[in-house]
């Protein structure tokens, strides 16, 4: 049986757009010209890595303000028929449990090969001790272990690098 006192994910998801849309004022005139498909519909929902513990714990780097950008392999993309984020874009960052946490804005999209993702990239995505090295090992492993496309893993791979910032919770 389902406790009518526990948001169901689609209830609790609209919630925290409402809230966020309010706070971040992502609709300036609200009773004078509508509703408009943009502010409609709640902006996609995922969250960061590829296991519950994983989105935590990049979330909770999110939340601190050290991980202000992601990477995500093209192919991956592709094999989803997945468009790629473009500047100005909401996303809605999920725990490990499936809840909305954040709301972000992309601020830059680059597509690069693998090998060529720069230090800066690798310090802006607030990971381990925030190096290139640690980077392409994790991210190595990462687009091995968790890739949807039969490609297999390449330093030349195509990655879709993205910074962001938080626009809710501030």
């Not at 714990?57 to 050290?66: C, P, R």
């Amino acid at each position: 049986m389902t406790d009518p006192a526990v948001p169901d994910a689609a209830e609790e998801l609209d919630r925290f757009w409402e809230a966020a849309r309010h706070q971040t004022r992502t609709n300036p005139v609200p009773g004078y010209l509508g509703t408009y498909a943009a502010e409609a519909l709640s902006p996609p929902a995922w969250s960061f890595g590829g296991t519950p513990e994983q989105a935590d714990d990049l979330l909770s780097l999110v939340l601190s303000g050290t991980k202000t950008a992601t990477a995500g392999a093209l192919w991956d993309y592709e094999s989803e028929d997945e468009p790629l984020p473009q500047v100005g874009d909401l996303h809605i960052i999920l725990d490990g449990a499936d809840h909305p946490r954040v709301l972000i804005e992309t601020m830059s999209v680059e597509v690069t090969p693998f090998d060529e993702v720069d230090a800066e990239h690798a310090r802006l995505e607030g990971e381990g001790d925030l190096t290139l090295d640690y980077w392409r090992e994790v991210h190595e492993r990462f687009f091995t272990e968790f890739a949807t496309h039969d490609q297999g893993f390449s330093p030349q791979m195509p990655v879709v690098l993205e910074r962001f910032r938080v626009l809710y919770p501030r």
